[in-house]
């Protein structure tokens, strides 16, 4: 088997001698080539040429969920085609790695790398979905490029949040539980339009829903995770379907209180629910439009403001040793 392993040295929870561990381990067991990235879109690229060359069977992302995020779009950057297009393996070392815990593997990148191994030997792989967000036609984002997601995307609050916590990571700070968490306060502090949300959601042959503070969209399930604890915003979300919506019409503190206990008490059978609550399941395509600019974040990853952003679920769109 021909790999290319794509190696992000910044990641936040792998030392340079585990990854010089790991690579002699997948190098054991087949014709590995290791490449570290060096700079932002370089996994993009590198997956993007192992795609095309048509001489690599496998592409391993060694990295958090940005790298991998990185490197779908690098192999994708022709479309799905998960007959003929590289399989994929993930190696988590970031502070998260939602994808790759999503997918069942362990959160330890030894432990991940053997499992990948036994799963490689054992010829074990599956097709997953994945999501595509695309500029808006006759709007002003609508030149925007389109972008694959793995996990979940966010338009509004959560975003917010995000681009909150890499302007504290470029400052040094480390990318901890903890100040995602202060800075979801802040956040909140400051949004302005917490009672009436600017954001409306768009369906082929359904009405509007108008009025949403804020809107998660998730591939799979869990949204995210609080150290080993998995957070639930849309439980019904899977690989093996299109993509979920979970939209918040207020954000007033008593609402706040009662869905971020949700949250953090939720479930794979329960998440968020209620009066101010609303779960689209299963979509295809759909539209999220906002009055206003608002933040906008793809698999952690914040990529400025939007008003308007179009959602394709694309099933079976890659295929991942797991």
């Known amino acids: 088997m021909r790999a290319l392993l794509v190696v992000n040295p910044a990641a936040t929870t792998t030392s340079a001698r585990t990854r010089d561990v790991l690579i002699h381990a997948l190098a054991s067991e087949m014709k590995l080539e290791a490449v570290s990235t060096e700079h932002r879109g370089h996994a993009r690229d590198l997956a993007r040429r192992a795609a095309e060359s048509g001489d690599v069977d496998l592409v391993v992302a060694l990295g958090g969920d ?90 509004g609050f959560d975003a917010g949040v995000i681009g909150r916590v890499e302007q504290q990571r470029e400052r040094g700070r480390r990318s901890t539980h903890s100040l995602y968490i202060r800075q979801a306060v802040r956040q909140f502090l400051g949004e302005p339009r917490r009672r009436h949300g600017t954001i409306s959601l768009e369906r082929p042959g359904h009405e509007p829903v108008e009025g949403l503070a804020l809107s998660i969209v998730c591939n799979t399930s869990p949204w995210t995770y609080l150290g080993n604890r998995p957070v639930y915003a849309s439980p019904t979300a899977s690989f093996d379907t299109a993509l979920d919506v979970l939209g918040l019409d207020r954000l007033s503190t008593p609402a706040v209180a009662r869905y971020a206990t949700q949250l953090l008490t939720s479930t794979p059978e329960r998440g968020p629910q209620g009066r101010h609550a609303l779960a689209f399941p299963d979509l295809t395509d759909f539209t999220l439009h906002s009055k206003v600019p608002i933040p906008f974040q793809m698999d952690g990853d914040h990529l400025g403001v939007r008003t308007s952003v179009t959602f394709t679920g694309v099933r079976r769109a890659l295929r991942v040793i797991v």
Do not use: Y
């Open 66 to 155: 940005g790298t991998v995020n990185e490197v779908v779009n690098g192999l994708l950057h022709h479309g799905p085609d998960p007959d003929r297009l590289p399989h994929l393996a993930v190696v988590p070392g970031g502070s998260t790695n939602v994808f790759a815990r999503a997918l069942g593997l362990p959160n330890d990148p030894v432990e991940a790398t053997g499992a990948i191994l036994d799963a490689l030997n054992e010829r074990r792989d599956r097709t997953v979905g994945l999501g595509l967000a695309s500029g808006t036609p006759d709007t002003e984002d609508e030149s925007v490029p389109a972008r694959w997601f793995t996990f979940c995307a966010g338009f």
